[in-house]
């Protein structure tokens, strides 16, 4: 407290300090117990709701996902040998089953130019101009650079924007030389590198380059009679496939416009027994019902989680308190958690006026057990996809859907200024805002600092007074007992 007395009455020999303080705690302690009481209160509640609209969020966001009727939509694609191709499909493939062979990928082209027997000698000046395809480059090849290190380089300078670059690889027999390889990126037939070149000194023509014209495609192998001549090490080629025995060729290893909505991403070749035995591979396109399932499975786990965290905070568990009564949790008989399971419980066991093969969640599957909780029967589960797919979209989707009837519950309660806020807001306010409970114990700090100053200044001029009493008694005594004639009642 702001004031002090002093600890021991002089005049009276009374402990003040002792007296005024017993007589503020005195007062103080209903106020402090009644304030402590509330804000223990207020902040369980408040906890408790905030963990009960975190439960709800959770569970709405599965709603949203299940009430999505995209998710109806999707197709799953797989492929019988995954090694060979593997498969997606968008929501406007059809379901259905095809054959696929693979009889080669798509390639880009690979060369290695005429060797030279060292990699720094100088070569000669001029202009080498390198294609592949419709994308062609310009190389100025000057006394700085024209050496094959120095046109690796300019050709990696260059060849960036076109997907051309250049390596040297040295023989180390020195039988082949020093070869300068250039690779692209563009695949499929018609984009084989060419190099042509204009010489202002020396001779570049020695990297001058066509890819001779074949049918098998095959690398062209090293002449060991002519080991510094240039070679093709992969020709630029198109994908071959077959589906249901129809030939397609692709430039790239992914076909997206020869099944509508299905891509096909091509990983390998089949054998060559695999080919010549006419051995097909399957690709099955249908609904995505293992999504759809997940879901549903989501959902339920969802569900089951919200029950036991409202479980949690509206239990009474029956090993007492402090004084052996039950304890009750945060939200125990809270009307806004009441009236929300109530409200879900209610559009959980209501059939749907869609009419079809689904009324209510047992139809697919999902039961309610003894606990509130739900469980789901797989084999029920699948049983529904698989006979009523196309109907299932209607019962549990949109404004009239099960997903939509139950995020309809869900929204007033965990939306911004929603109900959970709102009561979030006024325990916060009973907490902190005006004549909350900061603001009440400041109220009565300042009205027991009042109290303790108005009692020390009364006990402080009761024991002056008392003091000069005793003085004056003394004093009185004192001259009485000086008289002449009087007895000291002191002497014998």
Known sequence: MAIQGIGSGIGSGMDINGIVKALVDAESAPKTAQLNRLEKATTAKFSGLSQFKNALSEFQTVLKELNNPSLFEKRSASSGKADVFTVKADASAVSGNYNVQVFNLAQTSKVALRGVENPSAQIGTGTLTV??????INVDVTAENNSLTGIRDAINASGKSAGISATIVNDPGAEGGARLVLSSSSFGTGNDLSVTSESTSGDLSVLNFTAPETSDFAAQPIDPDNPLEPRVISYARDANVAIDGIPISSASNEISEAIEGVTITLQKAQTADELEGASTINLNVGEDKAGVTSAVNKFVDAYNKLIGTVDSLTSVTSVGGENGEPLAAALVGDSSVRSFMASMRSELGSASSSGGPFRILADLGVTTQRDGTLAVDDARLSTALNDNFDQLGGFLTG???????????VKPYAETGGILESRTSALQNTLNGP??????REQLNRRLEQLEARLFSQFNAMDSLVGQLTSTSNFLTSA?????????????
């Open 480 to 492: 009485l007992d000086s008289l002449p004639g009087s007895v000291r009642q002191d002497k014998n």
């Open 399 to 409: 404004a009239d859907g099960l997903m939509g009837r139950l995020e309809g519950k």
């Open 131 to 136: 294609s592949a395809g419709d994308k062609t």
């Open 435 to 440: 004549g909350g409970v900061d603001e009440q």
